[in-house]
């Protein structure tokens, strides 16, 4: 298939000035068939699966229509959640950077009424889920009477959630003259009701029979706890020794951090994140392209445009936040008829729950696999290079070495003394970076932590802190309903918490200080026995682990309920 470019849609200087700078060249097939298509005016139905490059699909021409002295909505974008349409959001202001007279509002529930009313005061291009939007509309903070363009993006999803209704409303109430745009991933009977009512002659696209498949590549996970991760990394890094791999984080500082520790574990890496020059992403792509770097770790939008085709592993360092950045992400191994394989790392049952979904949404097999020990990691080293030499025995020997050979042997060296002076001249590995994880190898025989460092039993006690959670014995809750839970939602293991006490509606859980304020975000949206929990740390906690009197703690439970309902007021 001919691959076409951004630069042949003739696009306004503005727009092509911001799709470079988010790393773009080559168009997806969706980008190329539908572009010209609702630039056109007409009513498009694009039958497109998640990942394939919509946004900027429908996004281009969305932001291109805009008039830039009319002062209303002129552009709808639905999307079924409120992650996608933050997601979606972004992207289009990214696109219009260079449109200052571009106003965009996102609109979504489990938001504040508040800013949103303040945005779609100035508002001429809106990105909502059907729900919210209908809400505004009832207030009157969002009127279509001039709408021109209306795009509804992940159509099935939204049917599958409900929004039929409120979608079909939305619709009746914008202008007879206008474009209507839908990206669906099937086109089930809801869709073409809605594409027979409301859209005039639409041209359907089936990008679908165009999508490169991902058959190509195995996807597999490890489950780790969570302040092992970077140990787990290491391990995978050295067991596999990829010829050239991408590791994928969802900040710039896990970027920063992952770059550091990938260096010092022997590995020639660099990083690419959104913070960095134009001239910096150039140099790091060059080096990753010419092999001075071969493990390259970068955010997903840093990473988009990277056309290497030669990636055989992608190890996804923290779960994507959305499916679309998972296929964006393993789709950069297993290209030009190579195989390639995406590892991801799980911290507990609920990410790996998270995983196996976004893996049946994909409809794709993610299976677990183990972690190597440090055993397993010198086996492969020395199986690796056992399969050098033999490669290297078959070919033609030189005379030269020969004749050196002979020299040795004359002087009393048996052949066996100068095959192992050679193999360690030829095979200096560096391992440097398995020196911490000996020194925390964790025994075969334990089924906690399986292949992961343990802590030498004879260290100093660990430093506890105290969180207090509102739940306690009213809800019928016990010591082992929290430990599930804390071990679940922050990926630490069942031994690093400490004791529990449980009063009538609240509990104070002891748990690892230098990891207080990770296992409290993790915590955030928590359920115990079925009940939303609000978890924060208990003020001037004990970590000698001497606990206050029961009266105190009682008290210090009445302040954390007093400070949970001002916040929900």
Do not use: W
Not at 50 to 61: N, R
Not at 71 to 82: K, S, W
Not at 155 to 181: C, H, S, W, Y
Not at 428 to 449: F, V
């Amino acid at each position: 298939m001919t691959k076409s470019t951004f630069d042949q849609l003739d696009l306004p200087v503005e727009l092509m000035t911001a799709i470079t700078k988010m790393g773009f060249t080559e168009t997806t097939p969706v980008q190329a068939e539908a572009i010209p298509l609702i630039r056109s005016g007409a009513d498009v139905l694009a039958c497109s699966q998640t990942g394939t490059g919509k946004t900027l699909a429908f996004g281009i021409p969305a932001v291109e229509s805009i008039e830039k002295d009319e002062e209303y909505v002129q552009v709808l974008i639905l999307t079924p959640t409120r992650e996608l349409a933050q997601q979606c959001g972004g992207e289009i202001r990214k696109l219009a950077a260079q449109l200052p007279y571009i106003k965009t509002a996102d609109i979504y529930g489990g938001a504040d009424f508040s800013p949103q009313f303040k945005s779609l005061r100035k508002a001429n291009l809106v990105i909502g889920t059907p729900g919210r939007v209908m809400d505004h509309m009832r207030r009157d903070s969002l009127k279509l009477d001039h709408l021109k363009m209306v795009i509804l993006d992940e159509a099935d999803e939204m049917l599958n959630m409900g929004f039929k209704e409120d979608i079909e409303t939305i619709l009746q109430d914008v202008p007879q003259e206008r474009q209507i745009v839908l990206f669906s991933a099937t086109i089930p009977n809801g869709i073409l009701a809605i594409t027979k009512q409301f859209q005039k002659d639409p041209v359907h696209l089936d990008i679908n029979r165009d999508q490169a498949t991902i058959e190509s590549i195995t996807q597999t996970y490890v489950d780790v706890p969570k302040h092992r991760k970077m140990d787990a990394l290491n391990l995978l890094l050295h067991y596999f020794k990829p010829h050239r791999a991408i590791v994928f984080a969802n900040t710039k500082t896990m970027v920063d951090e992952l770059v550091e520790h990938v260096s010092n574990a022997g590995f020639s890496t660099d990083g690419l994140h959104g913070d960095m020059k134009q001239q910096q992403r150039s140099n790091v792509m060059r080096n990753f392209k010419n092999g001075q770097v071969n493990v390259l770790v970068a955010t997903d939008v840093a990473a988009r445009g990277i056309d290497v085709s030669d990636i055989d592993y992608v190890f996804n360092f923290d779960i994507p936040k959305m499916t679309e950045y998972y296929i964006h992400r393993i789709g950069r191994t297993g290209r030009a008829g190579r195989m390639g394989t995406a590892i991801t790392l799980c911290c507990g049952k609920r990410q790996v729950n998270i995983l196996q979904q976004l893996g049946r949404k994909i409809k794709s097999k993610i299976t677990a696999i183990p972690l190597p020990t440090i055993a397993d990691v010198e086996q492969n080293y020395r199986n690796r290079d056992l399969e050098l030499l033999k490669k290297h025995m078959e070919k033609k020997t030189s005379p030269v070495h020969l004749d050196m050979i002979g020299k040795l042997t004359n002087e009393g060296y048996s052949t066996e003394q100068i095959a192992a002076a050679l193999m360690d001249i030829t095979f200096r590995h560096d391992l440097r970076g398995l020196i911490n994880i000996k020194t925390h190898a964790k025994s075969k025989n334990s089924k906690e932590e399986t292949h992961i460092q343990k802590k030498d039993s004879k260290q100093a006690k660990q430093v506890l802190a105290d969180l207090v959670i509102d739940i306690g014995s009213a809800n019928r809750v016990a010591p082992n309903h929290i430990v599930g839970a804390i071990t679940e939602y922050a990926g630490i293991s069942s031994k690093s918490i400490g004791r529990i006490d449980i009063s009538g509606e609240y509990s104070i859980v002891s748990v690892p200080a230098d990891q207080l304020d990770e296992i409290l975000v993790d915590l955030q949206g928590c359920k115990i026995c079925g009940k939303p929990v609000s978890a924060m740390p208990l003020a001037d906690p004990y970590q000698t682990r001497k606990r206050k009197s029961r009266s105190d703690f009682n008290r210090k439970s009445r302040k954390f309920h007093s400070s949970s309902a001002k916040k929900r007021r």
